[in-house]
């Protein structure tokens, strides 16, 4: 059965220990840890093996680490945070809760709570509960009143048609349902039992079958009956004052129990309470009472521990990881029945601090004894879970100061058969274990420096390490002032002396580092300075086996003598702290080591840190440990500033098999979504929901922590992540694509679980699926391309305007400029002999001069950006039209209709229309003889008309001379697309009509 956890209770004159003994070590868990109240009212643990609590302030779930608070979502809204006094799930596995005064199912997935009501008013007042049959059937029990169940099929709590028939009149309390499927029901009048396969109510008035404990007279106002697994009946009644009965059937033996379980003080009390537990052990529990019973002396044992306070235990039950779980007005208790068997002695100090720093096994003549050193009350002698000897004697001629009593170190020497004490101002206390004499000396070899470690080699020689850096040889036979010899002297304090197995002598110091001495000549072997340790400041030194030392304070060093190799650990690596107070070696050749938080286990073959978790023993020990030993039976014994814990530790099972953890929250933006018990998990999300954290843990509260974890979200990690007491993943802005987040767990030995797996997915959006980004680069491509043509195209427009003006220019200017040179080069010839005809030919250069001219002055306009508008086309050939006309003394008419001003058409256009324009006006100004012309610009729909008109001797087609002019205005009008056309008649003037489809 369980271990127990043993606190040993000694009062002598002057050594004052915590009086109490401990069966269990317990967990309590409060506000501080995210309980919602301490005043909690019940506890379920379900099939997943969550933890759900109910208290003062509402519903939560724990998973080992964390609570987790629920919400009560109803049809009309959310309800105000209420008590949860009842927590219990059907056959079916609906969750059914009484939140306040309501009872009704709840879906923790939606936190929707779904209230059944009373089919009408009750007195409810004296209290009830709810309890369920193995039928399914859920009762309401209505304290010293009556019996009601919750009709699901009508949707209502009622006392119709009730399974379970009890007397007219009778007022229940609790109801039992036995192995024959009888119900035996606690009544304030008294018991009856029901039998439904026979409509049966039977009483202690009415028992045809003769039952037992129906026989008792005098029960009234029962409170519970039940039947154990072994066939006792327990009966809790008040007759005035409170009873707890058994009767055995096998023995027919009454007995009453209600001292056996009375608290050691005269408070109200009250044993409602009761849970059977797998091994058949009998817990009663209730108002100032926490009791179990033992079924060998068939007696109660009430559990009375300083660190389990209440005045009210509302429910207990049992966990399969191996304790019970205690409901309290105090808090959440567990009481941890893997309690393992540790000899804790802890001091108080009243009078000041003990200030342990030695420890050492002494055994003389087969008589075991433990000594404990401190620092300022001298030496202590025990004999574990028996007694405390008296140590005065040690002290009979001391020496006044109190250095006598200042102890930094313990060593027994075996062939000299004395034990050796190292004091402050360099004296040392030997002590003869056969004489009982004691002496007290100062060698003057130690320079009245304090004593810091002893060591002794195996030909029986003491070697000193002192506060000054001092090494102290001591090879005197038996006790001689002159045996001492200064052997060596180092800069600092020597904190530990180390013989090795090769018999070596091994410093540590404070300020240079680790020398290995050679023991005969004193020659330095090996330093380890800073430059291969973590630090030259070093105080615990241990030998392991013949390659591996371990060295540090302040940082782990694994030193490999054969190798010359050193590895450094620290907290990242799995230890408990960066600090380690002392270290020793087991049997098995596993180093425990001392820190400030707590003891953990360290494997060198591995390099793995076992540390058993904040719900163990060891997560609780004094957090200033000083020195440690190895007892001869393998048992391993640390002293702290105040206290010796001893253990064997091979009682601690190694690598236990991992389990698989559990994923214990999903959270989305912080929002809990889901965790791993749920059967259907939200598995898809948008884009824009890629903010993700998962919790995990192992469900068994007693393991949980004697585990590490590695975790990974494949998709996303390229390897596992070593969780380092952090038991929570987070994953921010995710981009799309499928995932998988995996977490396993790690034995000491580096096992792994299988992982446990969830999968989902994250949707792209829009603008990130494949479709939607290959449009996008096709139309990247389009877009590329268009930019590409369109700059093709400008580049052609830039060519073709070049070319246009390189071929109007050679038109135009060359032919000009060629007729200028010929008529220059005839006035050259002619001006001596025929001035005249000279005079004609400058004429001639002035005349073509001008039209050159005003030809590039046409091209210069057609080119200007600001030309680029009809109306500013319109105005040029209005100005033209008046220089020309007004010069023949022709008054001219224009109708421009509003829509033409709009229009827009290319450069060219513009050109090829002001030069059809320009010819018509020229010729209508030579050759029409008219005094009046008329034109017109018009727009209907898509066709553009321009009709110059002159009112003057016309002229017939026929005899028409087609020259340039003409040719070059059809060709014109060709190229914008249109249709040139000529009406004229000799006597009725002329007309010219340009049509043009935009």
């Given at each position: 059965?369980?271990?127990?956890?043993?606190?040993?209770?000694?009062?002598?004159?002057?050594w004052?220990?915590?009086?109490?003994?401990?069966?269990?070590?317990?967990?309590?868990?409060?506000t501080t840890?995210?309980?919602?109240?301490?005043?909690?009212?019940?506890?379920?643990?379900?099939?997943?093996?969550?933890l759900w609590?109910?208290?003062?302030?509402?519903?939560?779930?724990?998973?080992?680490r964390?609570?987790?608070?629920?919400?009560?979502?109803?049809?009309?809204?959310?309800l105000?945070?209420?008590s949860?006094?009842?927590?219990?799930?059907?056959?079916?596995?609906?969750?059914?809760?009484?939140?306040?005064?309501q009872?009704?199912?709840?879906?923790p997935?939606?936190?929707?709570?779904?209230p059944?009501?009373?089919?009408?008013?009750?007195?409810?007042f004296?209290?009830?509960?709810?309890?369920?049959?193995?039928?399914?059937?859920?009762?309401?029990?209505?304290?010293?009143?009556?019996?009601?169940?919750?009709?699901?099929?009508?949707g209502?709590?009622?006392?119709?048609?009730?399974?379970?028939?009890?007397?007219?009149?009778?007022?229940?309390r609790?109801?039992f349902?036995d192995?024959?499927?009888?119900?035996?029901?606690?009544?304030?009048e008294?018991?009856?039992?029901?039998?439904p396969?026979?409509?049966?109510?039977?009483?202690?008035?009415?028992n045809?079958?003769?039952?037992?404990?129906?026989?008792?007279?005098?029960?009234?106002?029962v409170?519970?009956?039940?039947?154990?697994?072994?066939?006792?009946f327990?009966?809790?009644?008040?007759?005035?004052?409170e009873?707890?009965?058994?009767?055995?059937a096998?023995?027919?033996?009454?007995?009453?129990?209600?001292?056996?379980?009375?608290?050691?003080?005269?408070?109200?009390?009250?044993?409602?309470?009761?849970?059977?537990l797998?091994?058949?052990?009998i817990?009663?529990?209730?108002?100032?009472?926490?009791?179990?019973?033992?079924?060998?002396?068939?007696?109660?044992?009430?559990?009375i521990?300083?660190?389990?306070?209440?005045?009210?235990?509302?429910?207990?039950?049992?966990?399969?990881?191996?304790?019970?779980w205690?409901a309290?007005?105090?808090g959440?208790?567990?009481?941890?029945?893997?309690?393992?068997?540790i000899?804790?002695?802890?001091?108080t100090?009243?009078?000041?601090?003990f200030?342990?720093?030695?420890?050492?096994?002494?055994?003389?003549?087969g008589?075991?004894?433990?000594?404990?050193g401190?620092?300022?009350?001298?030496?202590?002698?025990i004999?574990?879970l028996?007694?405390?000897l008296?140590?005065k004697?040690?002290?009979?001629?001391?020496?006044?100061?109190?250095?006598?009593?200042?102890?930094?170190?313990?060593?027994?020497?075996?062939?000299?058969n004395?034990?050796?004490?190292a004091?402050?101002?360099?004296?040392?206390?030997?002590?003869?274990?056969?004489?009982r004499?004691?002496?007290?000396?100062?060698?003057?070899?130690?320079?009245?420096?304090?004593?810091?470690?002893?060591a002794?080699?195996?030909?029986?020689n003491?070697?000193?390490?002192?506060?000054?850096?001092?090494?102290?040889?001591?090879?005197?036979?038996?006790?001689?002032?002159?045996?001492?010899s200064r052997?060596?002297?180092?800069?600092?304090?020597?904190?530990k002396?180390?013989?090795?197995?090769?018999?070596?002598?091994w410093?540590?110091?404070?300020n240079?580092g680790?020398?290995?001495?050679?023991?005969?000549?004193?020659?330095?072997?090996?330093?380890?300075d800073?430059?291969?340790l973590?630090?030259?400041?070093n105080?615990?030194l241990?030998?392991?086996?013949?390659?591996?030392?371990?060295?540090g304070?302040?940082?782990?060093?694994?030193?490999n003598?054969?190798?010359g190799?050193?590895?450094?650990?620290?907290?990242s690596?799995?230890?408990l702290s960066?600090?380690?107070?002392?270290?020793?070696?087991?049997?098995?050749?596993?180093?425990?080591?001392?820190t400030?938080?707590?003891?953990?286990?360290y494997?060198i073959?591995?390099?793995?840190?076992?540390?058993?978790?904040?719900?163990?023993?060891?997560?609780?020990?004094?957090?200033?440990?000083?020195?440690?030993?190895?007892?001869?039976?393998?048992?391993?014994?640390?002293?702290?500033?105040?206290?010796?814990?001893?253990?064997?530790?091979?009682?601690?099972?190694?690598n236990?098999?991992?389990?698989?953890?559990?994923i214990?929250?999903?959270?989305?933006?912080?929002?809990?979504?889901?965790?791993?018990?749920?059967?259907?998990?939200?598995?898809?999300?948008?884009?824009?929901?890629?903010?993700?954290?998962?919790?995990f843990n192992?469900?068994?509260?007693?393991?949980q922590?004697?585990?590490?974890?590695q975790?990974?979200?494949?998709?996303?990690d390229?390897?596992?992540?070593?969780?380092?007491?952090?038991?929570q993943?987070?994953?921010?802005?995710?981009?799309?694509?499928d995932?998988?987040?995996?977490?396993?767990?790690?034995?000491?030995?580096?096992?792994?679980?299988?992982?446990?797996?969830?999968?989902?997915?994250?949707?792209?959006?829009?603008?990130?699926?494949?479709?939607?980004?290959?449009?996008?680069?096709?139309?990247?491509?389009?877009?590329?391309?268009?930019?590409?043509?369109?700059h093709v195209?400008?580049?052609?427009?830039?060519?073709k305007?070049?070319?246009?003006?390189?071929r109007?220019?050679?038109?135009?200017?060359?032919?000009?400029?060629?007729?200028?040179?010929?008529?220059?080069?005839?006035?050259?010839?002619?001006?001596?002999?025929?001035?005249?005809k000279?005079s004609?030919?400058?004429?001639?250069i002035s005349?073509?001069?001008?039209?050159?001219?005003?030809?590039?002055?046409d091209?210069?306009?057609?080119?200007?950006?600001?030309?680029?508008?009809?109306?500013?086309?319109?105005?040029?050939m209005?100005?033209?039209?008046?220089?020309?006309?007004?010069s023949?003394?022709?008054?001219?008419?224009?109708?421009?209709?509003e829509?033409?001003?709009?229009?827009?058409?290319?450069?060219?256009?513009r050109r090829?229309?002001f030069?059809i324009?320009?010819e018509?006006?020229?010729?209508a100004?030579k050759?029409?003889?008219?005094?009046r012309?008329?034109?017109?610009?018009?727009?209907?729909?898509?066709?553009?008309?321009?009709r110059?008109?002159?009112?003057?001797k016309?002229?017939?087609?026929?005899d028409?001379?087609?020259?340039?002019?003409?040719?070059?205005?059809?060709?014109?009008?060709?190229?914008?697309?249109?249709?040139?056309?000529?009406?004229?008649?000799?006597?009725?003037?002329?007309?010219l009509?340009?049509?043009?489809?935009?």
């Amino acid at each position: 059965m369980k271990k127990s956890l043993l606190l040993l209770l000694l009062f002598l004159s002057c050594w004052i220990l915590k009086a109490e003994t401990k069966r269990f070590y317990v967990t309590r868990l409060g506000t501080t840890e995210g309980l919602a109240s301490n005043q909690v009212l019940t506890v379920f643990k379900d099939k997943n093996n969550y933890l759900w609590v109910g208290s003062s302030n509402g519903l939560q779930r724990f998973d080992g680490r964390k609570f987790m608070s629920y919400q009560m979502e109803t049809p009309q809204g959310r309800l105000p945070a209420q008590s949860i006094s009842e927590i219990l799930v059907d056959r079916d596995g609906k969750m059914w809760l009484r939140v306040g005064d309501q009872y009704g199912t709840y879906i923790p997935k939606k936190q929707e709570f779904s209230p059944v009501p009373f089919e009408k008013s009750e007195n409810r007042f004296q209290g009830e509960s709810l309890w369920m049959d193995r039928n399914g059937n859920l009762f309401v029990i209505l304290f010293n009143n009556k019996l009601l169940w919750i009709d699901q099929k009508n949707g209502k709590i009622t006392d119709q048609n009730l399974p379970i028939k009890i007397p007219d009149g009778w007022r229940p309390r609790s109801i039992f349902e036995d192995k024959n499927g009888r119900y035996w029901v606690s009544n304030i009048e008294g018991i009856s039992v029901y039998d439904p396969h026979n409509g049966e109510i039977y009483t202690h008035a009415s028992n045809p079958l003769g039952l037992e404990v129906l026989k008792k007279p005098g029960l009234g106002y029962v409170f519970n009956v039940y039947e154990d697994s072994e066939g006792i009946f327990w009966i809790n009644y008040w007759a005035p004052d409170e009873r707890l009965l058994s009767y055995d059937a096998l023995t027919k033996v009454w007995r009453n129990h209600k001292s056996e379980i009375a608290p050691p003080n005269n408070n109200y009390q009250e044993a409602f309470g009761s849970i059977e537990l797998p091994h058949a052990e009998i817990w009663r529990y209730g108002i100032q009472t926490l009791a179990s019973f033992d079924r060998r002396s068939k007696t109660f044992t009430p559990l009375i521990q300083n660190d389990i306070k209440f005045d009210k235990i509302s429910k207990l039950i049992w966990d399969e990881a191996g304790g019970i779980w205690m409901a309290t007005d105090a808090g959440l208790y567990f009481l941890h029945f893997d309690t393992p068997s540790i000899y804790f002695l802890e001091r108080t100090t009243e009078k000041g601090n003990f200030e342990y720093q030695a420890v050492e096994e002494v055994i003389h003549r087969g008589d075991t004894t433990v000594w404990l050193g401190s620092w300022g009350k001298g030496i202590g002698v025990i004999k574990p879970l028996k007694e405390e000897l008296d140590t005065k004697w040690m002290y009979q001629g001391a020496p006044k100061g109190i250095e006598s009593y200042q102890i930094w170190d313990l060593h027994h020497d075996k062939k000299r058969n004395l034990v050796w004490v190292a004091l402050q101002k360099g004296l040392i206390q030997m002590i003869e274990l056969d004489t009982r004499k004691v002496h007290f000396i100062y060698p003057e070899v130690f320079e009245g420096s304090t004593i810091r470690t002893i060591a002794q080699d195996e030909l029986g020689n003491l070697w000193f390490g002192t506060q000054n850096g001092s090494i102290i040889k001591y090879d005197g036979k038996g006790i001689n002032k002159d045996g001492f010899s200064r052997y060596r002297k180092f800069q600092g304090i020597i904190p530990k002396l180390l013989i090795s197995d090769d018999q070596h002598l091994w410093v540590t110091t404070t300020n240079e580092g680790v020398y290995e001495l050679d023991l005969k000549e004193g020659k330095i072997l090996r330093h380890l300075d800073h430059s291969i340790l973590s630090s030259n400041s070093n105080e615990q030194l241990l030998q392991v086996n013949d390659s591996i030392f371990l060295i540090g304070y302040e940082l782990l060093n694994k030193y490999n003598i054969r190798t010359g190799k050193n590895e450094v650990f620290s907290y990242s690596d799995g230890m408990l702290s960066n600090t380690m107070l002392c270290m020793e070696k087991d049997a098995d050749g596993l180093v425990w080591i001392y820190t400030p938080n707590g003891l953990t286990r360290y494997d060198i073959k591995t390099n793995t840190f076992y540390s058993f978790g904040k719900n163990h023993f060891f997560s609780n020990i004094p957090i200033d440990g000083r020195s440690g030993t190895r007892f001869a039976n393998g048992e391993l014994a640390f002293v702290s500033n105040n206290g010796i814990i001893i253990f064997d530790p091979r009682q601690f099972a190694r690598n236990l098999p991992p389990p698989i953890p559990t994923i214990t929250g999903i959270e989305l933006f912080g929002q809990y979504i889901g965790d791993g018990a749920l059967p259907v998990m939200r598995r898809e999300f948008t884009a824009q929901e890629n903010s993700l954290a998962f919790d995990f843990n192992i469900l068994n509260f007693s393991k949980q922590d004697r585990f590490t974890y590695q975790y990974r979200l494949v998709g996303a990690d390229l390897d596992w992540v070593n969780a380092n007491n952090n038991f929570q993943a987070v994953y921010s802005l995710l981009p799309p694509g499928d995932y998988r987040f995996e977490v396993r767990s790690i034995n000491e030995s580096g096992v792994f679980s299988d992982p446990a797996v969830y999968a989902f997915e994250i949707k792209p959006s829009l603008v990130q699926t494949w479709w939607f980004k290959a449009i996008l680069g096709l139309l990247f491509l389009g877009i590329v391309g268009l930019i590409y043509r369109l700059h093709v195209n400008r580049i052609l427009a830039v060519v073709k305007l070049r070319s246009r003006l390189a071929r109007d220019l050679h038109d135009d200017m060359g032919s000009t400029l060629s007729t200028i040179n010929i008529l220059s080069s005839m006035a050259k010839t002619k001006i001596g002999t025929d001035p005249a005809k000279s005079s004609e030919y400058i004429s001639k250069i002035s005349e073509n001069s001008q039209r050159m001219m005003e030809a590039m002055d046409d091209i210069v306009w057609s080119i200007k950006p600001q030309n680029d508008t009809m109306e500013k086309l319109i105005a040029r050939m209005r100005e033209f039209a008046n220089q020309v006309l007004e010069s023949k003394d022709i008054l001219f008419n224009m109708e421009i209709k509003e829509k033409v001003l709009g229009m827009k058409l290319s450069m060219d256009a513009r050109r090829d229309l002001f030069l059809i324009f320009k010819e018509g006006i020229n010729n209508a100004a030579k050759y029409s003889g008219a005094s009046r012309v008329f034109i017109s610009f018009g727009l209907d729909g898509q066709l553009f008309t321009m009709r110059i008109r002159d009112y003057g001797k016309g002229f017939n087609m026929a005899d028409l001379d087609e020259g340039n002019g003409l040719e070059n205005m059809q060709k014109r009008a060709t190229q914008l697309g249109g249709n040139l056309e000529i009406k004229t008649e000799p006597g009725n003037g002329t007309e010219l009509i340009l049509k043009v489809l935009l």
